[in-house]
């Protein structure tokens, strides 16, 4: 698929379905043949499913079944029970997955994704690789080192990563809920400064962030990565697990985009210690950290490799 032949950025995924999933019931889109290899494509924050518009039709035009659901707290993905907490903590975001392959009896899947959603893909692939084909994972090893959260970075890392200090207040809670599209639209700018989107594009996935849980689903993300908000209990297990920084040993691609205004393309090295199997690493050209959606090709090339390998 070629630049030209993209979907105009008004389309929209579409018809959804939903199913009760552990705690949620879930909003997804599917495509592609039953019988077909499955991939479960995740998105990230402030994004949704139409990070994947391009990507899907390709993988089902390859013959795979395409599984794109929306996180928690976006879009129509609903908590089933009122009283449950709106954990956006990284354990949920890897139960959610496993909880929907369960519910759609799915054994096996190629996990990827970027952003939150490449985080709920390395834990599903690190904690339980007998449900996982291959992994697509957009920044390389995503599983928080939450012990060591408060090591300060470099200060220009720092200043990357405004958005998560101001969240951590209430004047950050505060801004979220009185303007979730002003703050996504400007990180969507700083963190893909090559990306031309258009409005249509941008309120075609900016609706899914008037879920009523949204705010509180996000700052609890950033909050708990920090260790200044309380891990929902049910998750204890799972977030004990990844405190360990488990090793990822199914097959592996690691996707950087050169133009990633957040998470800087490297080469690599660094996260190499965290894939045990076999793990090839590139850096995409232009690409920012919407990498799906900025250079779908890419991401599809790399779903696809793992499949036929």
Known sequence: MTDTQRVPSSKRLEPLRSIDAGVLTIAYYEAGPADGPVVMLMHGFPYDIHAYVDVAPQL?????RVIVPYLRGYGPTRFRDKVTRRSGEQAALGADLMALMDALDIKRAVFAGYDWGGRAAC????LWPERCIGLVSVNGYNIQDIAKAMVPARPDREAALWYQYYFNIERGRAGLAADRRG????????????????????????????????????????????????????YADIQRRLAAQPVITVPTITLDG?????????????SAPKFAGRRVHRVVPRAGHNLPQEAPEAFAAAVLELIRA
Do not use: M
């Open 123 to 126: 834990i599903g692939a690190a």
């Open 258 to 270: 050169d133009g990633d205004g957040v998470s800087p393309a490297t080469d690599g090295s660094k």
């Open 60 to 64: 089902a035009a390859e013959g795979c």
């Open 183 to 234: 703050i996504a639209k400007l990180l969507w700018q700083q963190w893909s400064p090559n990306w031309q989107f258009d409005d249509a594009c941008f309120e075609r996935t900016a609706v899914a962030h008037d879920n009523p849980d949204y705010v509180d689903v996000v700052i609890h993300s950033y909050r708990h990565r920090y260790g200044l908000a309380e891990s929902d209990p049910q």
